[in-house]
């Protein structure tokens, strides 16, 4: 296996993960709304859920970099035009002339906020 194939290899594995952690998220949220008291209605419920299904969206949602930055400094995931590829990149802000400037290239086109890490684990 190259170091290409091997990093591709490594960036979807982190993807899943990365969802496989959201997905996670989504279902404790989901199973403590639905555990509390039976004072909230079906109706509360419903808009609790949609809530934590539309946050759970907005996460996952690859942001073009006319529509958004990221703040000046952010380590996110990005995707480089010249080489169609998704690697971690780090946003530095705007050179002169307005263009925005990354560490790794210049010619980024969409970006997503890296996951959080993971919890540390108990022995």
């Known amino acids: 296996m190259t170091n290409r194939q091997y990093r591709n290899r490594h960036l979807r594995d982190m993807e899943r993960i990365r969802k496989l952690e959201m997905y996670e998220q989504v279902v404790t949220e989901c199973r403590s709304l639905l555990s509390t008291p039976d004072e909230m209605s079906l109706k509360q419920h419903l808009i609790a859920l949609s809530t934590v299904f539309e946050r759970l969206n907005k996460a996952q949602r690859w942001i073009p970099v006319e529509e958004q930055l990221p703040e000046i400094g952010a380590r996110v995931w990005a995707v480089d035009k010249r080489k169609p590829k998704v690697d971690c990149n780090e946003f530095l802000g705007h050179a002169v ?13 969409h970006w997503m906020p890296l996951p959080e890490p993971p919890k540390e684990v108990e022995k």
């Open 97 to 109: 002339n307005g263009r925005p400037v990354w560490l790794k290239s210049s010619s980024m086109t």
